[in-house]
């Protein structure tokens, strides 16, 4: 009787296929995939989306990441049983968390409450462009800007001079010595021949061109646009630049009483020179005689003979008669003193706010 060779092989196969499919069916039971779910509020319990959560497992290397929905709701369906997990929370304009040490467990449910807090640090600053307002990195255009701390260090007189050597691409030069006479200000230099050339003042959200009646302690904050992407809301107005100025305004609280004062002087720093009577006198002296010269004339005698006399005035000078000398700008100028006093009251409580603000100036 002969034996099959290939029965005992057939049976050692399907004896090791059949421990096979038991070791698996074992495996599954014990790595059964648990459910992770959590809510994500803020500090007040209100839902917060989009938040993104990231899970991990050191140990395997697990990582998985998903976000909440507009519940504040996430949910990780297929976490291995084992640990420890991590979770990580992130969000803009919230501080990132990272909450560790959790065990799952096989067929049992995790369930996550988590507060985020406000970081109200890292908020981007926020800049008044047009009609609202925009994060200072979503602007493409150039925009600078001067605190009212600045300003008031500053002790200017109008609110415009606040930006002399300030702000770079803005030129501010004084036109006139006169008291009270506004700068000329050209942002980005001259950009029309024909039209004006001078910004756009935009005060607490009002166009206008005169701010000469602004009081400086006034000014919260001076914003200047300078470039067409920056401006392009205020149309042709806008060309040279804008200037937003945003005042001062009340706060809740208990009423504030502040009383503000400086005194000061002003003088010429730098004045051209001009020449004394004797050099007035020798200077049309020689002028006279190099024209006498020039047409031909005798100048070998007294000066007096010539035949382009020299006048009377200058001969007295010259002579000795007349010593009578004043420098003119020491007639003109002088030293002036300017002083300001402003009283300001300010309160109110969450529906009325008010500033009241009352100022005097005197520039000599």
């Not at 049309?284 to 035949?307: A, H, K, L, M, P």
């Amino acid at each position: 009787m002969r034996l099959n060779p290939l029965k005992p092989k057939a049976t050692f196969c399907a004896l090791l296929f059949s421990i096979f499919i038991l070791h698996a069916s074992n495996s599954s039971a014990q790595e059964k995939p648990s459910l992770v779910k959590g809510l994500v509020t803020s500090n007040d319990g209100d839902p917060i989306a989009g938040v993104s959560v990231i899970v991990r497992n050191t140990k395997t290397n697990f990582t998985a990441g998903t976000s909440t929905d507009s519940s504040g709701i996430f949910t990780f369906t297929r976490v291995s049983p084992g640990g420890p997990y991590s979770f990580t929370f992130s969000n803009v304009g919230f501080e990132t968390q990272t909450l560790g040490g959790y065990n799952i467990k096989d067929d049992i449910s995790l369930s996550l409450i988590i507060k985020m807090r406000a970081n109200v640090a890292n908020l981007d600053q926020v800049v008044v462009v047009g009609y609202g307002t925009q994060r200072r990195r979503d602007l493409t255009g150039a925009v600078a800007s001067v605190g009212n701390k600045e300003i008031k260090d500053l002790a200017v007189t109008r609110v415009d001079q606040a930006l002399l050597g300030k702000v770079a691409g803005v030129q501010v030069k004084p036109v006139s010595g006169e008291p009270g006479v506004s700068p000329q200000i050209r942002i980005r230099g001259i950009g029309s021949i024909s039209a004006g050339a001078g910004p756009l003042y935009v005060v607490d959200g009002f166009p206008t061109s005169n701010i000469e009646t602004l009081n400086p302690n006034d000014i919260e904050t001076l914003d200047i646009l300078k470039d067409a992407s920056a401006t392009a809301i205020y149309g042709s107005r806008g060309s040279n630049g804008v200037i937003i100025i945003n005042t001062r305004r009340g706060r809740a609280g208990k009423p504030t009483i502040t009383f503000d004062t400086y005194t000061g002087w002003q003088k010429v720093a730098k004045r051209p020179k001009f020449l004394t009577a004797m050099e007035q006198a020798k200077y049309y002296y020689d002028g006279i005689r190099n024209r006498n010269i020039d047409e031909g004339r005798d100048v070998s005698g007294n000066y007096s003979t010539w035949f382009r006399k020299v006048p009377q005035e200058v001969i007295d000078v010259l002579e000795g008669r007349n010593t009578y000398d004043v420098d003119a700008l020491d007639v003109v100028l002088r030293t002036a003193q300017q002083q300001q006093y402003q009283l300001t009251a300010t309160g109110g409580n969450e529906n009325l706010r008010y500033a009241l603000r009352g100022e005097y100036f005197n520039q000599e």
